[in-house]
């Protein structure tokens, strides 16, 4: 845990707007032995999935 940094849902929220990203997509993860406060986050910059990917010219 000392290397990690650990932030309320809506904590992350206002931190991620700040930033400029929306969010696409929360996962929390189940309540287990080992994990009880998880989650997985998808989040995106407004506009940037409409930018194609880089490929050979």
């Known amino acids: 845990m000392a290397l990690t940094t650990t932030f309320t849902i809506e904590e992350f929220w206002r931190l991620a707007d700040e930033c ?3 969010p696409k997509l929360i996962t929390l993860v189940p309540h287990n032995r080992l994990d009880s406060r998880y989650a997985y986050y998808a989040l995106v910059k407004p ?3 409409l930018v194609p ?3 050979p010219q």
Do not use: N, V
Request: net charge negative; glycine share 34%.
């Open 20 to 22: 400029g990203l929306e």
């Open 47 to 49: 506009g940037s999935e």
């Open 53 to 55: 990917p880089a490929g």
